[in-house]
Each structure stands twice: as C-alpha cells, then as structure tokens.
C-alpha cells in the first residue's frame, strides 16, 4: 500500500480559471417538447409566434353602448345587444345606423357600424327600448382594435427565454399547445463519510447527522434541475460503484465529503481512475478541496463535506453548470455591489466567499454585513445570508464602507430591516454592530474546507 501523500498533487486554480474551466463544459442540454404548462421555469429552445392578433377582433374595453362616435350625444335606439362571447346580436340589420346604439359588455366585440363605446356611466336609461348618451365621444374611444398587444405572427417570446407567469400566460393566449424547451438537467446527489447517520437516527459518539445530502437536493432542484438520485455511501473502496452508477443515469453528479487529504477521502482517487479530473483544488475559501470531473456523459462535482464549503461550493460552481445546462443564457446568480457596513478581514491568499445579509437603505444605497462567525461547518451563517461577498486575494482586510461584489442569493433586506437578518438565531450578539470584525477574524482561524 502506497503512504498517503502529505501534499496534494492539484494545483490550485485561480478562482474565475475554475469558473471558465467549468463554463467551458456545461453546455446545453438537448431540446425536448412538452405540453405548455408543463413549461413553467423552462428554457425556450424556439422563438414563440402568436397565431392570431390580440386581441383578435375589436373589442370594447367598457361596459356600456356600442355608438357611432358622429352622432354625438342624444337619445338613441337600442338595437340589439353585445355580449363577451359572441358575435352581436342585432335585432333587425347587421350593422348599426345613425341614431341606434347597442348594449355591449367589456370584452365584447364590437357591432359592425359602430366606432366606439360609451360607458355605462354616461347614459341614463330611457323609455321605449331608448337610451340617453350624455356625451359625445371620439371615435375609437374604449375600443381595443385588432392588434393592439400584439399582430398575428409576432415574435411573443425569443428562444433563450425563461418562461415565468406572464410568459406561460403568453404560451397560453398564443395558442401554443407545445413548447420546445431544453431538458432539464438530471442530478445525483451522494453524500460520503462513515460518521454519517440519518436525519432521524440518534447519534452514536463521532456520528452527525447527513445534512449535506438534503440541502444539496433542494439547491438542485432550486437550479431548475431533477433529482433522480439521492443517497449516501461509507468511506469504503466498495462503496464507490456507487459513483459509477450515478454517473450513467444523471448528466451532474453532487457528491459532498472526501475530496480532503484523508487517508479516508476516496473521492478524488475515484475520479482520477475512473473519469477526467479538470480541477482538483480551487484558490477560494471555503471550497478549496472542490473537484470538477468528467465521468463517461456526467459532469462530476466533488465537493466538500462541510455543510458551508458544500452548498458554497455549489452556489459557485454546480449551480452555474446547472442553469447552463437547463438553456438559460445568463446562468449566474444576479451580481451587485454593496458597502460594507462594517470593517471585514478576509483571507489573504485566496478569494474568499463571505456570507453577509444586504439590505436597501432609505436612500437606495445597498449595504452588507457579515452574518457572523464564518465557520465552513456553520451553515446558519448561509441560512442567514441574502447574498454571498467576494472578497479578492491579495489585501485580507476591507474598510467599512468599502464596495464588495454580491451574488444575490435572496431577496434583499429593507431599510427597515436595519441591517439585522430576521432570522437571527443563536449568535444574535455577534451580527450586532461592533461585534462583526472579531467574528470575521475568527473565521480566518477556522478550517480550511
Ligand atoms: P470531509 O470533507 O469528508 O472531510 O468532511 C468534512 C466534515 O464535514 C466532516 O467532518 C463532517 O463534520 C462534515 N460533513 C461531511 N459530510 C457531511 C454531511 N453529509 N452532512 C453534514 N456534515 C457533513
Ligand atoms: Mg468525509
């Protein structure tokens, strides 16, 4: 048996070289077609055309008399009705002449003969089948015409787009049964480590419970991904089939755990017999063990057992691949740049992703603050984040006002927000002003994962 190697033969990628490296290799799923309300979240493959104009017909947009605007106000005889529906029903002719009016409903089309409506409000009812139009009006007025949001074969939505409420309702009212949408990537979580139990089971000394697994699944599925896999294997040579099976069924595997320097971290010399490793360690904090692979078809993502390195690691490297994947021309999260509200020593040597809360101030300004001490294991310190800072190698220590550069993970905190997350939990103490540049010292002593 060979001694295990005291330093990692993986050089350390710079961060934005590990995030092209990966970029490079997520293309775009193949097209598939699925009934159009099925298509919520998707990724347009095909620009969408109206088959009809809409609206399709003129039609009133008030309740009220559907008039010739030339007559002008008066008393007019009611010759039939339009309702939302149906074609107008006229009691004698087709059209309406000078003089007669008809009843119309908003939505209705409007009765050959008439120009305009006026609304129900500026009538006032009159005998013998008489109404009185109180005022003229222009012609057009409270008419919708044919065309008016869109003409039929207009583009309603170009390939690339995500398809969200107003877009599925697009789907629906152009007539299109069936969209061309990319696939969804499929995705296999495994979590690694003989200290893991289940959520439910009682903990044995060294145990914890697998939380990794879980939280994975729910950013992958959150990615717009399908989880067709999710389980946990043991630190054990054995094991690792597992990680070949799930290679052939999913395009993205997620594994969490064993890509450290343990003598027990099999991950990484799994990868290496048995697939292409592109990255094997990446010069960020937390996340630096992360592993970027091919296995046969799949894209392998090795990533971190600490809760934190795991889902950051993720958020950074996965999540992109993801959305990529899934069709999504702009696959990052949204970036913004905050001030710092307090002073934040980071790490020096490499990149460092610090978890912070933003939040809008009454003057429109952003500002962040830590969510407290940054421990890799100490994922309240996510929970509690909107938004994730990149703080670049090189200086370790930023000014309280300085600009940082977020992902926005969340939605942002309001002014009345005051700065503080309103999940604040058990280190309230430490998110509270003054307190933070300690707990950010801290963290620079706490592991490297
Ligand atoms: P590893 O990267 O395998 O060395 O794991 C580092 C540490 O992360 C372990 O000692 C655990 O404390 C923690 N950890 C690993 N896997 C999980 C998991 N699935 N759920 C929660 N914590 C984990
Ligand atoms: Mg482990």
């Not at 039609?59 to 605007?69: E, M, P, Q, T, W």
């Not at 309603?156 to 697009?170: F, M, N, P």
């Not at 913004?336 to 933003?358: S, W």
């Amino acid at each position: 048996m060979t001694p295990n190697p005291t330093q990692s033969p993986y050089p350390q990628v710079p961060l934005d070289e590990a995030l092209a490296r990966v970029a490079a290799r997520a293309g775009r799923l193949p097209v598939e077609r699925v009934p159009f309300e099925q298509s919520e979240g998707r990724i347009l493959a095909v620009d969408v055309c109206a088959r009809e104009a809409m609206p399709p017909f003129a039609a009133s947009s008030r309740d009220g008399y559907a008039v010739i605007a030339s007559d002008g106000a008066g008393s007019r005889r009611i010759v039939g009705d339009a309702v939302a529906g149906a074609a107008a029903a006229m009691r004698d002719g087709t059209a309406i002449r000078s003089g007669e009016v008809t009843r119309i409903t908003t939505g209705a089309p409007l009765p050959a003969g008439a120009d305009a409506v006026l609304m129900i409000e500026d009538t006032e009812p009159a005998a013998d089948g008489h109404v009185v139009l109180l005022r003229g009006v222009a012609s057009g007025e409270n008419v919708r015409p044919v065309g008016q949001d869109y003409e039929a074969d207009a583009v309603l939505l170009s390939a690339g787009t995500r398809v969200g409420v107003a877009a599925l309702g697009l789907l629906a009212s152009s007539g299109a049964v069936e969209v061309d949408v990319y696939r969804r990537p499929r995705v296999a979580v495994l979590s690694t480590g003989d200290e893991l139990v289940e959520p439910g089971e009682a903990l044995a000394p060294g145990q914890i419970r697998d939380s990794n697994r879980f939280a994975l699944a729910a950013a992958a599925r959150e990615a717009g991904a399908e989880v067709v896999r999710v389980s946990s294997i043991r630190d054990e040579e054995d094991q690792l089939d597992a990680l070949r099976g799930a290679s052939e069924e999913a395009d993205v595997v997620l594994t969490s755990g064993g890509v450290s320097m343990g003598h027990r971290d099999l991950v990484k010399p799994w990868l290496a017999s048995h697939g292409e490793i592109e990255f094997g360690r990446v010069r960020v904090k937390p996340g630096k063990p992360v592993t970027f692979a091919r296995v046969g078809n799949a894209l392998f993502f090795g990533l971190p057992g600490f809760p934190v390195s795991a889902l950051v690691a993720f958020e950074l490297f996965a999540r992109p691949a993801l959305r990529a994947m899934a069709g999504d021309p702009r696959p990052e999260r949204p970036r913004v740049v905050v001030r710092l509200a307090h002073a934040l020593d980071h790490a020096q040597d490499r990149d460092e992703i610090v978890r912070a809360f933003a939040w809008q101030a009454a003057d429109g300004t952003l500002h962040a603050r830590t969510t407290g001490f940054q421990g890799s294991g100490r994922l309240l310190s996510l929970h509690e984040a909107n938004v994730l800072l990149r703080m670049p190698a090189g200086a370790g220590h930023a000014e309280q006002g300085a600009s940082a550069l977020a992902w926005v993970l969340a939605p942002l905190g309001r002014a009345d927000d005051g700065g503080t997350p309103r999940t604040v939990a058990a280190d309230k103490a430490e998110v509270h002003e003054g307190a933070v540049e300690t707990s950010a010292v801290v963290a620079h002593a706490h592991g490297d994962a």
